[in-house]
């Protein structure tokens, strides 16, 4: 399907994980060895908020059609701009077509939203979910993505209030209609969605066997735990990442997110709750 980060934590030259990594996100769009598809290539996308006395505010976004390896102004962009909260995104189109208002991350107003999975033979659901995004959404609807219809009827469903019940009830009903429709397993996906200051990221499918997930652990334990690493030293005390896969093969340095689960970092740190956890299907 896809492949994400998401970053949080002082201001930081994004380059530095989605480039420079030693499995940075566009090394994963040529090479994914935990994706559903080894190589994502359809687009991709980077979408963050302002640094200094404007974090917070609406972030700016960049799509582009082009593989991630291929575009010179990704690096540009990535290495000119720090940021305390960026999304990256690389896409493997499951058949919406390639165009940048297909690209994730999406905007609406001060959030961020990106998806790796999809919703189920979306053609067969694709109407009902679409009408039950409110009116007033419906206009920022850009593109044709099943990724998009999520995104705002999770906006439709109380998002800006609370992110936690409003995917609740957004992967509800994507539930209902599809099992409606005959389709066994509607729901599939890990979800990254911001406000400025807080990412909640969630791991969950119909099935119960959901795409790769990994939050990093603390700066602070890995200087510990790995004193010798001078790159160690170019993040500061609150970096974190949340990843479709590790960025490095440093033992102990990523934790999988469980399944059913959805994660949040804020500036404390990380914490996890259950998500949907009794309504998956045991693996």
């Known amino acids: 399907m896809c492949r994400w980060l998401a970053y949080s934590g002082e201001p930081l030259k994004p380059s530095t994980v989605v480039l ?114 409110d009116p007033s959404l419906y206009p920022h609807v850009m593109g ?31 539930e209902k209609v599809g099992h409606d429709n005959g ?18 990221a969630f791991r969950y499918s119909s099935q119960g066997r959901t795409r790769s997930l990994f939050h990093s652990v603390d700066i602070p334990t890995l200087r510990e735990m790995y004193p010798d690493i001078d790159r160690l030293n170019i993040f500061g005390s609150r970096a974190q990442v949340v990843v479709s896969e590790p960025l490095n093969d440093l033992p102990g340095a990523f934790r999988e997110v469980p399944e059913s689960t959805v994660v949040v970092l804020d500036e404390t740190g990380y914490r996890h709750e259950p998500f949907l956890a009794e309504e998956s299907v045991p693996v």
């Open 183 to 200: 389709i066994a397993f509607p729901m599939q996906g890990t979800v990254a969605v911001a406000d400025g200051t807080t990412i909640w």
């Open 144 to 174: 044709t993505t099943d990724s998009e219809v999520l995104f705002h009827l999770a906006l439709t469903f109380g998002l800006m209030e609370d992110p936690i019940a409003a995917m609740t009830t957004a992967i509800r009903l994507v």
């Open 20 to 133: 420079d990594a030693q499995h940075s996100l566009v090394k994963q769009s040529l090479n994914s060895p935990l994706g559903a598809e080894t190589v994502n290539g359809d687009g991709f996308g980077f979408g963050w908020y302002p640094s200094g006395p404007d974090a917070g505010t609406q972030p700016a976004i960049f799509h582009s059609t082009e593989p991630a390896w291929n575009d010179t102004n990704l690096r540009e962009l990535t290495e000119a701009i720090e940021s305390p909260l960026f999304f990256s995104h690389v896409r493997a189109a499951a058949g919406p077509p390639i165009q940048q208002t297909n690209c994730h991350p999406f905007r609406y107003e001060n959030w961020l939203f990106m998806h790796n999975g999809a919703l189920a033979d979306f053609h067969k659901t694709k109407r009902e979910l679409t009408f039950a995004i």
